[in-house]
């Protein structure tokens, strides 16, 4: 008997050695994966764009992040990752 078409053959999962590989030590936290629409990107890129030194996606995004949680907190202690940084639109 011949092997099915590659379209009805059964999916096998990978082993965690096979499959993935362990964070590196230099990169200390969790990737998140976020899904923009293309207006949403088109801003982050036009705020980028006018940034005086460039800047990645990511870093533009961890910095909207870190801005908006400062924002919402009630308490400046509570805010994670309080770190001074230069973050203001120029």
């Known amino acids: 008997m011949s092997d099915p078409p590659l379209a009805f053959r059964r999916h096998t999962r990978l082993g965690?050695?096979?499959?993935?590989?362990?964070?590196p030590a230099i990169r200390p936290g969790k990737q998140v994966g976020v899904r923009l629409k293309q207006d949403q990107l088109a801003a982050l890129d036009s705020w980028i764009?006018?940034?005086?030194k460039p800047i990645s996606r990511p870093e533009a995004i961890r910095s909207f992040l870190a801005v908006g949680l400062h924002l919402v907190s009630r308490d400046p202690a509570e805010f994670p990752g309080n770190v001074k940084r230069d973050i203001s639109p120029r």
Do not use: G, N, V
Request: no cysteine.
């Open 16 to 23: 965690p050695t096979e499959f993935s590989r362990p964070a």
């Open 49 to 52: 764009a006018k940034q005086p």
